[in-house]
């Protein structure tokens, strides 16, 4: 009923740029705050960046200055830009956002992940 979908990952030399990009379908009658968690392989998953439906950002020490996430509510959207960087960015990263379904009740839901890999 409710899916989350990501895409943008890829492969990308150490200082360059990707942008993730998810896309929220389905019965849903609201959605509140959007986010990115990232996991590296044999690690667990990580807070990566915030989004609430004010706008108010949230991001991870180690993302600050490099990643920005922002959110398109018509198209039920949220994005991470993300600029320098790193070997250690190298994740399956996961957007999840805490939304109204069709049951009626605020869920959290996340989507399936996409793999990153920055080499140095």
Request: proline fraction near 2%; glycine fraction near 16%; hydrophobic fraction near 30%.
């Given at each position: ?83 320098s960087l790193k ?34």
């Open positions: 009923q409710v899916q989350l979908l990501e895409s943008g990952g890829g492969f990308v030399q150490a200082g360059g740029s990707l942008r993730l990009s998810c896309a929220a379908s389905g019965s849903i009658f609201g959605i509140d705050t959007m986010g990115w968690y990232r996991q590296a392989p044999g690690q667990g998953r990580d807070f990566v960046a915030g989004i609430t439906s004010g706008g108010q950002t949230k991001y991870a020490d180690s993302v600050k200055g490099r990643f920005t996430i922002s959110r398109d509510d018509a198209k039920m959207t949220v994005f991470l830009q993300m600029s070997p250690e960015d190298t994740a399956d990263y996961y957007c999840t956002a805490h939304l109204r379904d069709y049951q009626g009740g605020w869920n959290d839901y996340w989507g399936q992940g996409t793999q990153v890999t920055v080499s140095s």
